[in-house]
């Protein structure tokens, strides 16, 4: 009977440490350090919509280095590992409770976390959103693009290049705000064009290979397609996605700029892309957080960050531009 | 049973404990600020979100126990929660009819699946995948994609019976599994189940009700995870139907955690419960680690692997060769 | 020269099935292994075979130490083994099931030709007119036993071991088999036989050893002993015989009892392919034997009347009401009780402990809704002492007990939830002569409380020992019926063999 429950405890001592020894090797941490030895640093949240969107990828390396030059700033990057709304309140709630000091989110559903984000706002820590906003909380700023705005220029490129008639398809993904404001910009400006129609409008659920699936079905489907107009860049992110896509017949026209995004524009698979400011929601956002720490509000609560519109002609240019953000 | 079973639940609850006490440890934070992990505020925020899981985790730990399994407890608090956000801010119900009628939808899906598994005897994986899409496809056809704000006419200061928002989750979870847990083992179901999940030939031919048994046994996991879904709806204002999306692997991993063999005739629901709470404590702990939140999966499958590990080998230790 | 244990020592958990066993076979000899179940010979015999590793001791063949941890060494060492379960691919065809898992290449792809060949030589050994590309589902029990004794001999193996291995078949067959066994030692193979069966033991072997509690009680000469003396070696008491006076009587007792209550009728009882128009009737107080060899069908009838399977046609009475029963719930209900053939299977549940296992049966009769755990812990307590069966206790679960320990398990449940009419399907199949006895015993005294007792079996012994009437079932049909006194094992075994049906 002893025997075998302290063979029980043992047994359960060793899982735990399995399980928090091969994170903690994962982490690159070989032995327990517990906070750090140095004077204490500004914690700070930042928080993707999910940890599978290569995007955001950029704003994590825009966000490390914000935090090395300013040299006090410690940045958390956690988000649930797929976009899962009730996954992402979680882990802003368990800020809330662990008395982290800043946090910057790009929601998945502003309006879900409006309540929450408040709750953190009256518990003192200061929030601020990026990508995705939650307009109706306290959130002191916002970075990000004018999403509606940025749709509309997505539907006057494509009427520009397609000289105001043809089908066009366009591909978006039902579970955000922020891409359902660019597909009503889209749309908007699409209304204006009487000789431009809307086949279909997909929904790709951030699952960039389905984006590849339907663009293959989409094409056999409707094979007079003039153009696919994408609100968010799933189409860019693989080399194969455009593979069913003959640019002479069919235009793309694509939000996101990542890689391999300027190669497919300089092969002429892509004919017009919307760079967002990849770096900046990142390290924007910690030089927000860190300013407000320190008593300094920004002067307005929306900041636009803009979009670069890429072309054949100015894609050197944005490259070149790239670089050097990256640090290359 | 009941001493095999005394010793499981007791190792689970040590597991939960060197899990609190390792990153009540490793979270220490510097003189002068409060402890980010070890603070009430946070304990209640666990227990709000593994609730949600625990409720429907006990349902999953009676069908592996009864020596089935069952796909679709993800997809049924989606459909509970949504045909309450329905019928609540859409159709104008009270909120009482509203969760009745949630409950009930998830309630048939459960029917469904014990007609297939018990009449059709299909093997209880494919029954419960098939119900897994059905349920998730009426969910979505219901909202048609849009989601039911429940929060905005329920009100700010909404307490359920009374009691602050929060607390409702962990409760109805801890009720559901006393109840469970006396039925299990106070009642001849309990021992029924058992039975049938450790040798169904053999409750078979001891005249046990098999088919009885095994259909109540899938509509209980599917009351269970309905009423998961509408306290969900309830206490997070939202009703969508993509949530809970993947819940299903966690709530059977909690199940297994807390002593459930997938062979049948093993298990323990209040250890279910006590899975459940583990993987919250991972999930809540994790995001104060630079760079942590991307090995949440991984974690929780060394966990899953190690349990059952261990598991078998105190299985065979314990029995003659 | 000789195959020699030394100190063999074995503890599972709590039990110690093997206390310092030595002993010397001699190489090229027919050995006996005695005992009682839970003896100890099961487990010595997996060590032999590789399936378990002693604590202590060694074992040596000809003088040279062998230590195999997996049965593929054993083999490798030179060790066959014929199991009593059959080891059978019912997929594969004769040639594959001799050489599954040791199958011969050529080139790395399977020599079809070359296993077809050794395959027709192995039969033509044993005499057994087969073709090697019969697929083994086809076969008699009996014939895939002696496909086993091919498979073991299919490698050369300098020691064959058999397990129990006559208890699917008939005489005939036995002896054949001992021939080929007999031919096999004339040639150098060493033959160890475990067996129940004492006939045939003294029939095959030399020597024979007996084991008691996991003890070497003694080996004996074959010419220098008599079976009574073995007997009492292994239970380590006398066994009184029951007298042929005593039976009648009891017989007597039995027809008074059965005019009044009417008890377990059946009429033209049919299910296609097993069985056809059987009608039978067991009286209050009587204890009818069924006999058959394996594949008569007496364990599918025993299942049909108990609900499990649904007859084609026919009906069955219970003191006078005809019922139909959807399931075997409902033959519980009806206070029908079927102890059935494998216990492991089919009738324990090792995830329970004995408390539950003894009460599972009576709880689904009676219809109560909690559980008395009081009670139920009383009760069990109770029942362990009467049946005498030897356990840790009611909360340990039924894999710790020993064979005919387990058996009385069974029993008890069922005897517990107070059953009109009780089915047993080879009560002591795998149970030790002493549990063997005190079963018997309890079978005889519910009848006299009134039972209605329908016993099938195959050991011939066992139903002559029990019954007031002996059935004799052959391919599905009844051959005949023989009333106490004319039961003989001649008669009945005249009646299972031939063709003829007489009254």
């Known amino acids: 009977m002893i025997r075998r429950s302290s063979a029980f405890l043992l047994l359960s001592i060793f899982t735990v440490a399995c399980g928090s020894g091969g994170f903690g090797v994962a982490c690159g941490t070989a032995g327990p350090a517990p906070g750090p030895a140095t004077p204490a640093k500004l914690r700070f949240a930042i928080i993707p919509k999910a940890l599978d969107i290569p995007v955001f990828n950029y704003a994590k390396l825009g966000a490390e280095r914000a935090a090395a030059e300013f040299g006090d700033v410690e940045v958390l990057w956690s988000a649930p590992v797929s976009a899962d709304q009730l996954k992402q309140k979680e882990i802003l709630e368990s800020y809330i409770t662990q008395r982290i000091d800043g946090i910057a989110i790009s929601a998945l559903n502003g309006d879900f976390l409006t309540e929450t984000i408040n709750r953190a706002i009256d518990a003192g820590i200061p929030v601020t959103t990026w990508d995705s906003d939650a307009p109706k909380s306290k959130r002191i700023a916002f970075y990000g693009v004018d999403d509606l705005a940025s749709g509309r220029i997505l539907g006057e490129q494509a009427i520009t290049l397609l000289n105001g008639t043809g089908k066009v398809a366009v591909i978006s993904s039902f579970g955000a705000t922020n891409l359902q404001n660019r597909l009503n910009g889209v749309k908007a400006a699409l209304a204006r064009a009487p000789g431009i129609q809307i086949v279909e409008i997909y929904d790709i659920q951030e699952d960039a290979i389905r984006c590849a699936e339907i663009i293959a079905t989409g094409t056999r489907r409707y094979p007079d397609l003039a153009a696919w107009i994408s609100v968010g860049g799933w189409p860019v992110f693989t080399r194969n996605a455009l593979a069913a896509v003959d640019p002479s017949k069919t235009k793309v026209i694509s939000f996101d700029t990542i890689s391999p995004a300027l190669d497919l524009l300089r092969e002429g698979k892509v004919q017009v892309l919307l760079g967002q400011k990849y770096f900046g929601w990142g390290s924007e956002s910690v030089r927000l957080l860190r300013d407000i720490t320190k008593g300094q509000r920004p002067a307005s609560a929306i900041i636009d960050s803009g979009v670069d519109v890429v072309t054949r002609e100015t894609v050197d240019a944005y490259e070149q531009q790239w670089k050097k953000m990256a640090g290359q | 049973m009941k001493q ?52 429907a985790a006990v349902g999953a730990a009676v069908i592996i126990i009864c020596g089935g399994i069952d796909l679709s407890p993800g997809a049924v608090i989606a459909l509970a929660g949504v045909v309450t956000g329905h019928l609540f801010v859409v159709d104008h119900w009270g909120l009482a009819p509203s969760a009745a009628a949630g409950i009930f939808a998830g309630v048939a899906a459960g029917l469904v699946t014990s007609v297939l598994v018990v009449v059709v005897k299909l093997p209880p994986f494919i029954a419960t995948l098939g119900v897994m899409g059905i349920t998730r496809g009426l969910a979505f056809i219901i909202t048609e994609g849009q989601y039911y704000d429940v929060s905005s006419r329920l009100g700010a200061g909404f307490r359920p019976l009374g009691l602050p928002a929060d607390w409702l989750a962990p409760i109805v979870m801890f009720a559901m599994a006393i109840v469970f847990q006396l039925l299990m083992t106070k009642f001849q179901w309990g021992r029924a189940v058992f039975s049938i999940g450790g040798n169904e030939t053999a409750a078979l031919f001891s005249g046990i009700a098999i088919g009885r048994v095994k259909s109540s046994v899938y509509v209980a996991g599917a009351a269970l995870a309905s009423i998961a879904g509408v306290v969900l709806v309830v206490v997070q204002g939202q009703g969508k139907a993509d949530l809970a999306t993947g819940y299903e692997l966690d709530i059977i991993a909690s199940a297994v955690v807390g002593g459930a063999s997938l062979a049948g005739g093993r298990g323990s629901v209040m250890g279910a419960v006590l899975g459940t709470l583990i993987f919250g404590v991972l999930r809540n702990a994790l995001p104060q680690i630079p760079g942590a939140t991307f090995y949440d999966r991984l974690i929780v499958g060394l966990v899953v692997i190690a349990i059952v590990v261990a598991d078998q080998l105190l299985l065979k230790r314990g029995s003659k060769s | 020269m000789s195959l020699q244990f030394s100190g063999i020592h074995k503890s599972f958990g709590a039990i110690h099935a093997v206390r310092g066993v030595s002993l010397e076979i001699a190489a090229g000899s027919a050995h006996a292994l005695v005992g009682e179940n839970g003896a100890g010979k099961s487990t010595l015999l997996k060590i032999l075979a590789g399936l378990v590793t002693p604590d202590a001791g060694e074992i040596r063949w000809h003088g040279r130490p062998l230590d195999h941890r997996s049965p593929r060494q054993a083999i490798e060492h030179g060790i066959g083994m014929v199991y009593q379960e059959m080891l059978c691919f019912p997929n594969l065809t004769v040639a594959g099931n001799i050489f599954a898992g040791r199958e011969m290449c050529r080139y790395g792809a399977l020599d079809e030709a070359a296993m077809r060949a050794r395959t027709a030589a192995l039969l033509d050994r044993l005499s057994l007119r087969i073709d090697p590309d019969t697929p083994a589902e086809y076969l008699s029990a009996a014939h895939r036993q002696l496909l086993q004794v091919a498979r073991a001999l299919a490698f050369e193996c300098q020691i064959l071991v058999l397990d129990e291995p006559t208890t699917a078949l008939t005489d005939s067959e036995a002896e054949h088999l001992f021939e080929v066994l007999r031919e096999l030692q004339r040639g150098g193979t060493t033959i160890v036989y475990v067996s129940h069966r004492l006939p045939e033991v003294f029939r095959l072997c030399g020597r024979i050893t007996v084991l008691r509690d996991g003890e070497l009680v003694g080996t004996f000469e074959r010419h220098a002993v008599a079976p009574a003396d073995i007997v009492r070696a292994m239970v380590g008491r006398d066994l009184p015989a029951r007298s042929a006076e005593a039976r009648d009587a009891h017989a007597i007792t039995a027809l008074r009892a059965k ?245």
């Open chain 3, 259 to 503: 005019a009044d209550h009417p008890g377990l009728s059946i009429t033209n009882l049919s299910r296609a392919p097993h069985f056809g128009n059987i009608s039978l009737n067991v009286g209050h107080g009587e204890i009818v034997g069924l006999f058959g060899l394996v594949g008569s069908g007496r364990s599918e009838l025993l299942e049909t009347i108990f609900g499990v399977h649904r007859p084609d046609s026919g009906g069955i009475d219970i003191d006078g009401t005809t019922v139909r029963f959807g399931a075997a719930r409902d033959a519980v209900r009806a206070g029908l009780a079927l102890v059935p053939e494998e216990r492991h299977r089919q009738g324990l549940f090792f995830n329970l402990t004995l408390r539950h296992n003894l009460v599972v049966a009576r709880s689904a009769v009676t219809r109560e809704v909690l559980i008395h755990e009081r009670d139920e812990i009383a009760g069990a307590t109770r029942l362990l002492e009467e049946w005498r069966i030897k356990a840790p206790g009611v909360a340990a679960t039924p894999d710790n007990l020993s064979g005919g320990n387990q058996q009385k398990v069974v029993l008890a449940k069922w005897l517990a939830a107070h059953p009109r009419v009780l089915l047993l399907d080879e009560p002591t199949k795998g149970v030790d002569v002493g549990a063997k006895f005190e079963i018997h015993e309890m079978i005889r005294r519910q009848a006299d409380q009134g039972l209605a007792v329908l016993v099938v079996s195959s050991d011939l012994p066992e139903i002559l020992a029990l019954s007031h009437r002996v059935l004799v079932m052959k391919e599905g049909r009844l051959q005949g019926e023989l009333p106490g006194p004319a039961a003989t094992e001649e008669a009945v075994m005249h009646l299972a063999t031939h063709d003829e049906v007489n009254a």
């Open chain 2, 4 to 55: 095999l079973r005394g010793m499981r639940e007791l190792s689970t609850v040590a597991i939960l404990i060197a899990e609190v006490l390792f990153f009540a440890w490793y979270l220490w934070p510097e003189s002068g600020r409060a402890h980010p992990f070890l603070n009430a505020e946070n304990a209640v925020l666990i227990l709000k979100y593994s609730s949600i899981y625990g409720i």
